[in-house]
């Protein structure tokens, strides 16, 4: 079993920034793949923004390109997701997520809400 602790996100104004924090906790962590953040926007289908790999190797969804960065700390199995230069659009439910096997975990989601 895992589980996937999100904290971070809030509000904040277009230009600014904000990192939102996940921490993997429970049994044989070391089967996890890949961590990543997904976000969800009212109507709007859940999307990929970035994903790291326990490697190291990262993809980003092209709209958050030269503005998010994302990052993991494997003592801590811990994945943040720094977030700079912020826009409306951006505003969303964001879910950690860990790849361990063949399995999908979720986080409980943090709301991130950028104001114009």
């Known amino acids: 079993q895992v589980q996937l602790e999100e904290s971070g996100g809030g509000l904040v104004q277009a230009g600014g920034s904000l990192r939102v924090s996940c921490a993997a906790s429970?049994?044989?962590?070391?089967?996890?793949?890949?961590m990543g953040w997904y976000r969800q926007a009212p109507g709007k289908q859940r999307e990929l923004v970035a994903s790291?790999?326990?490697?190291?190797?990262?993809n980003y969804v092209d709209s958050v390109k030269g503005r998010f960065t994302i990052s993991r700390d494997g003592a801590k199995n811990t994945v943040y997701l720094e977030m700079n230069r912020l826009e409306p659009e951006d505003t969303a439910v964001y879910y950690c997520?860990?790849?361990?096997?063949?399995?999908?975990?979720w986080g409980q989601g943090t709301q991130v809400t950028v104001s114009s």
């Open positions: 790291i790999t326990s490697g190291g190797s990262t």
């Open positions: 997520y860990a790849l361990r096997g063949s399995r999908l975990v």
């Open positions: 429970g049994s044989m962590l070391f089967l996890i793949v890949a």
